[in-house]
């Protein structure tokens, strides 16, 4: 197969009604490592980043109510900074760049999931800003 590893996706393609952080930013354990006495934290296999996660609720209204909250991995060496809350708003919106998902098969439901990672979040763009492409111009949002 073609396809090794995560597969690189949008982080509209992911949320495309946005998402909202609805829990603290927490260090993975590596708990095949860690012993009773020694907690040793996660590290991605292939950068060596350490691995931090956050729960987020999906904005689509199409999604069932037991399937809203998701958790994103964040790699970075340092713990990702939560972006400020806006004013009226019970939950803080975020985006994340860098996005990956890979599928695997849950052990304890047999059914396919997806292990959703990102390399940054930050605080959504207002519509229509300008967005820098990989080459350093500016894109429409």
């Not at 009226?88 to 997806?114: I, S």
């Not at 930050?122 to 080459?135: D, H």
Request: hydrophobic content about 45%; overall charge neutral; charged content about 20%.
């Amino acid at each position: 197969m073609a396809i090794q590893g995560p597969i690189p996706i949008s982080f509209e393609q992911v949320f495309p009604h946005g998402c909202y952080i609805v829990g603290a930013v927490e260090q993975v354990k590596d708990f095949d490592a860690s012993t009773s006495s020694r907690t040793v934290y996660a590290k991605d296999k292939t950068t060596g980043e350490l691995v931090w996660q956050v729960a987020v609720m999906d904005a689509d209204p199409a999604v069932k109510a037991g399937q809203k909250t998701v958790s994103v991995k964040i790699l970075s060496p340092v713990e990702p900074v939560v972006p400020p809350a806006l004013p009226g708003l019970p939950f803080v919106p975020v985006e994340f760049d860098g996005m990956t998902v890979t599928p695997y098969v849950g052990q304890n439901t047999g059914r396919l999931a997806y292990s959703i990672r990102a390399t940054s979040m930050r605080a959504p763009r207002a519509a229509g800003a300008p967005v820098k492409t990989a080459a350093g111009k500016e894109a429409a949002a």
